[in-house]
């Protein structure tokens, strides 16, 4: 198996879960974050809001994410803290910024054109039905482009 193979169903493990998930006991706490892409000798910052619980998930499906003890933040093993949540994620589904915000921003950035699925937004990211259908389309998306 590829390593974008390998990417693509770990994002479908990670849509089945989140798609049997009506209520989260924090799913009104929502997180911003900046990051940062590195273009040809320039940075362009995005900012990024998403819904908390999400990646507080990501121990319950894989084995290799843990709580980060001082932090109390989801890291896969071996990650830096100091990178924090959004890091490891990008790196253990293999996405690019702009895939990492189509997938998980509630803020209606997503690239439905490009990438399927339809809009988050406050609403209908509460629970994890939308998101996990947007992964699902998603992959679909990336195994066309592949083939």
């Known amino acids: 198996m590829n390593e974008k193979e390998t990417y693509n169903n770990r994002l479908l493990i990670f849509a089945d879960h989140l798609s049997h998930i009506a209520y989260h006991r924090s799913h009104e706490l929502i997180e911003e974050v900046e990051v940062v892409a590195l ?11 998403y819904r908390h619980w999400i990646f507080d998930e990501l121990p319950n499906v894989f084995e290799s994410w843990c709580y980060h003890e001082a932090t109390g933040n989801s890291l896969h093993e071996g990650d830096d803290p100091e990178e924090g949540t959004i890091a490891s994620v990008i790196d253990f589904f293999g996405l690019t910024l702009e895939e990492f915000g189509h997938l998980f921003d509630i803020e209606e950035c997503q690239l439905t054109d490009e990438f399927g699925g339809e809009k988050l937004s ?10 996990a259908g947007n992964i699902v389309e998603f992959v679909k998306k990336r195994r066309t482009l592949l083939s």
């Open 39 to 49: 273009e040809v000798n320039f940075r362009v910052a995005y900012t990024v809001k």
């Open 122 to 131: 406050l609403e209908n990211s509460l629970t994890g039905t939308v998101i």
